[in-house]
């Protein structure tokens, strides 16, 4: 096992002022960063923030709020996959927050907490390697305020995701050490809670950093004592079982959603940053040395402090073997993203910028700590050696960089030299908190982002949207909404569906298969694009009712658009909101007598494309072996026919119909595996239809018709998760009733 004398206690009160200090900076550094007073007006870098984090936000807790499950979400898309959808954050836990404030004010609460927790499990994981608290503080400061955390404290899912790993690291250590199950457990459900974090890359190479540490642990407990095999082995296999156990509400419907084709890679990968990017591995290494404001934070930029104390590190008594793999690990994975190519399944390489960050928040602390440590401790080395290290880094830095970072280099110089050179607790301690400031002003002031924020505006755009949605539902009837968007400042956007309510055939990107995708690209094309003009037969299709412009209306094919609906009326609103209005063809249900078979969802796209946009509407249906013929020429007479339609729930719909003959009911929610059909109570097979749309067969009589959301995903990993929580629960019961000797 790890020699104890590397093992320090954790205390409460240098933990309760870590917290207060990262409770009162946290909001700081990101009021300092996002809401800047000489901000553009321009939202671009934002945009990701307007159009998906702040309605699904949104949209999330408005279903939750009202005790529901959000499953499945009709406002946008037609119809599309709510809780499969990591990038909505259903269940990770950080997420409550969105249950007890307006969207705008929860983005910034929760960025506050994630801040926090990265803050305060970097110290945690740092004090189990040996460090002591100002050096661990000053790590944490630079794994918590660097570029990469500031470009992603915004984003929900960005940001949740290295607010857990570091307790993650800090669970793994303590296991290695103690070989305790109970630290396998913590290690396995925050791993759990990281993947649910929605973060998809983040999440991946995170873990997976993690599990070269697990490695390097278990290596370091064989050189260092005796040790239990099995019991090693049984605590990692632990970990991976709770991990995947308790996450499993999320990644097994995402899984399903992602084998029926519902995600293309970069969608899957769910990664999202207000931050400046660098094309290659070089550049990321020149951000190292850029301490100069721009409009965005830069994702490779840590502070000046690293750069001078991480070869210290390696020199530390106690932790030299964890600081190798800090440096390890960060050469590995620049190496990796060289050699990854940027293509490769759409994978956004540059998300190995955290858990390098993470690397070098450790480096720090720990270089920090050799450097600084009181003469008087009976077991501290000679420090001429990391400090000539310390030295050479330095004086490369100072070549190297330019006038902002040689400033600054100056300054710590002035700071920590004496305290170095003197090496007494008076004058380290004073030092240690002055380096500490330094560097969070080095890191605020160097991740500034210029461009505006939800906080600032988002509730003067939605006030600004009343009038027009409240027109909207003077209108609405039982059709749906297209929305044509103008630039990436203006309202309307095309997610206005999740924030208001209303059923909007266009939105977000969504989780849908290729063949749907391309039902949707016609669609969105045929409102200004004069050769997409026999796509405005789609918008029939799904019912269209009212067109929502945000730009100017004269793009328009009005040729094409008068022929599809002769009754389109144009209306203005008292501030200057254009939108037009028409009868629907089809509603959220409707009976045809006769249809076309066709034999695939492609072909039933240029079917529908080969339609006239003035003719009657004719349903389409894909081939099944056990779909009946229309009745056709043989029932020439105009059908009886009734049809009404309630929605008790996003999940649910009741089609009461009673029709004369053998008919095609087509329910126009977007198709999806986890739907379910059943007449008079009666399990029957749906048929795509129309598309992108869903289909039973009716024989003549009265029936109700019940179409029930409730994919049997959700089901085994609901299950899954809750056999996870009680392992948990089992677990710790286990660690408290058992005395600790």
């Known amino acids: 096992m790890i020699p104890s004398v590397a093992r320090p206690r954790y205390g409460l009160t240098p933990f309760f002022l870590i917290a207060v200090f990262f409770v009162i900076t946290a909001p700081t550094f990101w009021h300092l960063v996002e809401l800047q007073q000489a901000q553009l007006q321009d939202i671009y870098e934002n945009r990701e923030l307007y159009d998906e984090t702040y309605p699904r936000m949104t949209y999330m807790a408005s279903r939750l709020g009202a005790a529901e499950l959000p499953l499945w979400n009709e406002t946008q898309n037609c119809g599309e996959p709510a809780a499969a959808n990591p990038a909505f954050g259903t269940f990770q836990p950080l997420n409550i927050v969105f249950l007890v404030l307006p969207a705008e004010r929860a983005m910034a609460v929760h960025a506050f907490i994630c801040l926090t927790l990265m803050g305060i499990g970097f110290v945690g994981f740092a004090r189990a390697v040996s460090a002591n608290y100002t050096p661990a503080l000053a790590g944490a400061i630079v794994y918590a305020y660097c570029g990469a955390s500031a470009g992603a404290m915004s984003r929900p899912g960005m940001a949740a995701a290295p607010a857990w790993a570091p307790f993650i690291f800090w669970a793994l250590r303590e296991f290695a050490a103690t070989q305790r199950m109970r630290f396998a457990v913590l290690a396995g459900l925050t791993g759990a809670l990281l993947l649910l974090s929605g973060a998809a890359a983040l999440a991946l190479v995170l873990l997976l950093t993690a599990v070269a540490y697990a490695g390097w642990c278990v290596a370091l407990v064989r050189a260092e004592g005796p040790y239990n095999p099995l019991g090693i082995v049984a605590g990692l296999a632990l970990t991976v079982v709770v991990m995947l156990l308790v996450s499993a509400v999320q990644w097994i419907p995402a899984a399903a959603a992602f084998a029926h084709g519902g995600y293309v890679w970069p969608e899957l990968w769910n990664a999202d940053v207000a931050a400046q990017i660098p094309a290659t591995v070089e550049a990321t290494l020149a951000q190292l040395l850029s301490a100069n404001p721009g409009a965005l934070p830069r994702i490779g930029y840590a502070g000046v402090l690293p750069l001078l104390v991480f070869p210290a590190a390696v020199f530390h008594q106690h932790a030299q073997r964890d600081a190798w793999f800090a440096l390890l690990s960060i050469i590995g994975l620049i190496a990796i993203a060289r050699a990854l190519p940027p293509e490769a399944a759409g994978f956004p390489v540059w998300v190995v910028v955290y858990p390098a960050v993470l690397g070098l928040g450790l480096l720090t602390a720990l270089g920090a700590d050799r450097l600084l440590q009181p003469r008087a401790y009976a077991h501290v080395e000679r420090v001429w050696l990391p400090a000539l290290f310390a030295a050479i880094a330095l004086v490369v830095v100072f070549t190297l960089a330019g006038g902002q970072v040689r400033g600054y280099i100056i300054a710590l110089t002035v700071i920590g030299l004496p305290a170095l050179v003197f090496r007494k607790r008076w004058l380290i301690a004073p030092a240690g908190l002055l380096l500490v400031l330094l560097l969070f002003a080095d890191l605020t002031v160097a991740s500034v982002n210029a461009y505006r924020h939800p906080f600032q505006d988002m509730t003067a755009r939605q006030e600004s949207l009343e009038p027009l949605v409240n027109a909207m539902r003077d209108h ?4 749906r909404i297209l929305v044509v968007e103008n630039n990436h400042n203006a309202e309307p956007r095309r997610n206005i569906g999740m924030t208001t309510g209303l059923r909007v055939i266009n939105g977000a990107p969504a989780t849908m298969p290729p063949s749907h995708r391309s039902w949707f690209e016609y669609a969105r094309r045929a409102a200004t694009d004069p050769e997409a003009g026999a796509a405005l037969s789609l918008l ?72 006239p946009v003035d003719a009657p509407l004719q349903p389409c249906v894909a081939h099944s072996p ?51 059909a059943t007449v ?6 749906i048929v795509s239809a129309n598309g992108v749309f869903q289909g039973v067969f009716l024989e003549a009589g009265e029936h109700e018709v019940r179409f029930i959301y409730r994919p049997a995903s959700f089901r085994l990993g609901y299950t899954l998760s809750m056999a996870g929580l009680a392992i ?11 005395p600790t000797h």
């Open 476 to 479: 609405e009837e039982d059709g």
């Open 540 to 611: 029939r299709y799904a019912g269209l009712q009212a067109v929502l412009w945000g730009t100017d209306p004269a793009r328009a094919d009005t040729e094409a658009w008068d022929a599809a609906f002769p009754e389109r009326t144009e209306h203005v609103t008292d501030t200057g909101a254009r939108y037009w209005t028409m009868t629907p063809d089809i509603g959220q249900a409707a009976w045809f007598a006769d249809w076309t078979t066709v034999e695939s969802e492609q072909a039933m796209l240029e079917f529908q494309l080969a339609q």
């Open 626 to 676: 056990d779909a009946p013929e229309p009745a056709g020429a043989e029932e020439a007479e105009t059908p009886a026919v009734e049809v009404t339609a309630q929605r008790p729930a996003p999940e649910e719909a009741i089609i009461n119909v009673e029709a004369d003959r053998l008919g095609l009911l087509v329910f126009t929610e977007r198709a999806d595996p986890g739907w379910r």
């Open 680 to 685: 008079n109570g009666e399990a029957v097979p």
């Open 728 to 738: 948990c629960v089992l677990a710790g019961w286990i660690g408290v009733a058992r």
